[in-house]
């Protein structure tokens, strides 16, 4: 049964960091490209940034270009999103999601992790 | 900017089938813009339902089906369940980002 498990959200104040994780089981991490997709509530989704399969093509929004970082690591089949500089615009749920790089493909989604940014 | 639209309600009776669109702002949607739609129902995550225009998932049941329609992207539920009462949301790959329409919400009655 594939598995994706995100966790790090919480409460941080505006300028402030978070790194979320998203745990991963069930499936060839290897294979597959890895995206952070996000919800403010009761909002529609947004796509935040992605990673392919190694590592070597990496995208994001232009709202979160400059100070969100995505990285993955094979050892651990988890893929992270460092957030930097903090905004209450980048309070949402955070999605984890697999895609396949080569059909464009999107496939499993996590439950999401709460991040809320506020003074 | 790319903008992605999609209807923002529809209403379908039960059994009955529906046409949800995704439209793209700088022209028509074509294969190339690899089109996925998802589902989201209240108080759940996403969950994948079409990639790739119109190739289904193997948990995507056979009522759900994708296409393109007169330069939009398309799903069609045929046969509908009150269970299909969710919001929908198309996405594209245009530019080398991927983009989300603002999601349709479909209401079974």
């Known amino acids: 049964e594939v598995q994706l498990v995100e966790s790090g959200g919480s409460a941080v104040r505006p300028g402030g960091s978070l790194r979320l994780s998203c745990a991963t089981s069930?499936?060839?991490?290897?294979?597959?490209?890895m995206s952070w997709v996000r919800q403010a509530p009761g909002k529609g989704l947004e796509w935040v940034s992605s990673?392919?399969?190694?590592?070597?093509?990496?995208g994001y929004a232009d709202s979160v270009k400059g100070r969100f970082t995505i990285s993955r690591d094979k050892g651990k089949t988890s893929v992270y999103l460092q957030m930097n500089s903090l905004r209450a615009e980048d309070t949402a749920f955070y999605y984890c999601?697999?895609?396949?790089?080569?059909?464009?493909?999107?496939?499993?989604w996590g439950q999401g992790t709460l991040v809320t940014v506020s003074s | 900017q790319t903008v992605v639209t999609q209807e923002p309600s529809l209403t379908v009776s039960p059994g009955g089938t529906v046409t949800l669109t995704c439209a793209l702002n700088t022209g028509a949607v074509t294969g190339i813009d690899y089109p996925n739609w998802f589902q989201q129902r209240p108080g759940q995550a996403p969950r994948s339902l079409i990639h790739?225009?119109?190739k289904k998932h193997s948990w995507t049941p056979a009522r759900f089906s994708g296409s393109l329609l007169g330069g939009k992207a398309a799903l069609t539920l045929s046969g509908v369940q009150p269970e299909d009462e969710a919001d929908y949301y198309c996405q594209l790959y245009y530019g080398g980002a991927w983009v989300f329409g603002g999601g349709t919400k479909l209401t079974v009655l």
């Open positions: 999601v697999t895609y396949d790089f080569w059909k464009y493909a999107w496939l499993f």
């Open positions: 790739s225009t119109d």
């Open positions: 069930g499936f060839n991490f290897d294979d597959y490209g």
């Open positions: 990673i392919n399969w190694n590592g070597g093509s990496i």
